[in-house]
């Protein structure tokens, strides 16, 4: 059985540093439109996600966010079918305001009805955050369910508040393995995402993760906010991957 391949989502916050990313499009596989100073799914505007679909290889997706949504699923339908109007493939909905798990399936429904209305092959994906307890959202091992109780393609895991905390901090990685392997068993990827570092990929690619998201981890500084992507950190990064994968795949398949 072929071993899953790790996707690697960056995250630029400008046509700027989209043009960063496609100089090392050979790295990553995803580029993903957020606007960070409006949160750690923060939407950026229509036209920026059109740029960037235009600045990057056709042949690599675009993702957007939508926002750290309220519980008002009428108003995150529009805002997710404005991403995908604008060329994005894959569409990130974070549950901020959603306190249960019915309020997520209210909402992640008129999304998945408004995205695959327009465009039957572009992803949903239906983001919760490993503190939730910080903030009163939906707890992340509940994601999943909900996730494919709204026929969304995927479900990730993101932090909230951005104050030097990472995704494990919150969540450990046995914890993580199990919202990746509740993703897996209805059928929906795995994306994990919250100020990921370079030392998180062991653990993430042991436990199957499909899509993990950075951002700090490729800025100059390691800053998300006032540093700039830098191709040379994408390169490294993947190169992280790779030996990760290669050292997994060697424990699970040995030869002789």
């Given at each position: 059985?072929k071993e899953?391949?790790?996707?690697?989502?960056?995250?630029?916050?400008?046509?700027?540093?989209?043009?960063?990313?496609?100089?090392?499009?050979?790295?990553l596989?995803?580029?993903?439109?957020?606007?960070?100073?409006e949160?750690?799914?923060?939407?950026?505007?229509?036209w920026?996600?059109r740029?960037?679909?235009?600045?990057?290889?056709?042949?690599?997706?675009?993702?957007a966010?939508?926002g750290?949504?309220?519980?008002?699923?009428?108003?995150v339908a529009?805002?997710?079918?404005?991403?995908?109007?604008?060329?994005?493939?894959?569409?990130?909905?974070?549950?901020?305001?959603?306190t249960?798990p019915?309020?997520?399936?209210?909402?992640?429904?008129?999304?998945?009805?408004?995205?695959?209305?327009?465009?039957?092959?572009?992803?949903?994906?239906?983001?919760?955050?490993?503190d939730?307890h910080?903030i009163?959202?939906?707890?992340?091992?509940?994601?999943?369910?909900?996730?494919?109780r709204?026929g969304?393609d995927?479900?990730?895991?993101?932090?909230?508040?951005?104050?030097g905390?990472?995704?494990f901090?919150?969540?450990?990685?046995?914890?993580?393995?199990?919202?990746?392997?509740?993703?897996?068993?209805?059928?929906l990827?795995?994306?994990?995402a919250?100020?990921?570092?370079?030392?998180?990929?062991?653990?993430?690619?042991?436990?199957?993760?499909?899509?993990?998201?950075v951002?700090?981890?490729?800025c100059?500084?390691?800053?998300?906010n006032?540093?700039?992507?830098?191709?040379?950190l994408v390169?490294?990064?993947?190169?992280?991957?790779?030996?990760?994968?290669?050292?997994h795949?060697?424990?699970?398949?040995?030869?002789?």
């Amino acid at each position: 059985m072929k071993e899953p391949t790790l996707l690697l989502l960056i995250s630029p916050d400008s046509v700027e540093e989209a043009l960063d990313c496609a100089k090392a499009a050979e790295h990553l596989d995803i580029v993903d439109v957020k606007k960070p100073d409006e949160g750690s799914l923060g939407a950026n505007y229509p036209w920026v996600i059109r740029e960037i679909r235009d600045a990057i290889p056709a042949d690599k997706p675009v993702s957007a966010t939508v926002g750290d949504v309220p519980y008002k699923p009428g108003t995150v339908a529009q805002a997710a079918l404005g991403a995908v109007v604008s060329g994005a493939t894959y569409i990130k909905v974070g549950l901020y305001g959603c306190t249960t798990p019915d309020q997520v399936v209210e909402v992640m429904r008129g999304v998945v009805r408004a995205v695959k209305d327009h465009r039957p092959d572009a992803l949903v994906v239906a983001s919760g955050y490993a503190d939730a307890h910080r903030i009163g959202c939906v707890n992340p091992l509940a994601i999943p369910g909900v996730a494919q109780r709204s026929g969304c393609d995927a479900a990730m895991l993101d932090t909230a508040v951005k104050d030097g905390t990472r995704l494990f901090d919150h969540v450990p990685p046995d914890v993580c393995g199990e919202f990746v392997r509740l993703a897996h068993e209805g059928g929906l990827l795995a994306a994990l995402a919250g100020s990921v570092k370079a030392e998180d990929l062991g653990a993430l690619t042991r436990i199957g993760t499909d899509i993990v998201g950075v951002r700090g981890a490729v800025c100059e500084g390691g800053d998300r906010n006032a540093g700039r992507i830098q191709p040379h950190l994408v390169a490294a990064f993947r190169a992280e991957m790779d030996r990760h994968a290669r050292e997994h795949a060697a424990v699970v398949t040995p030869t002789g």
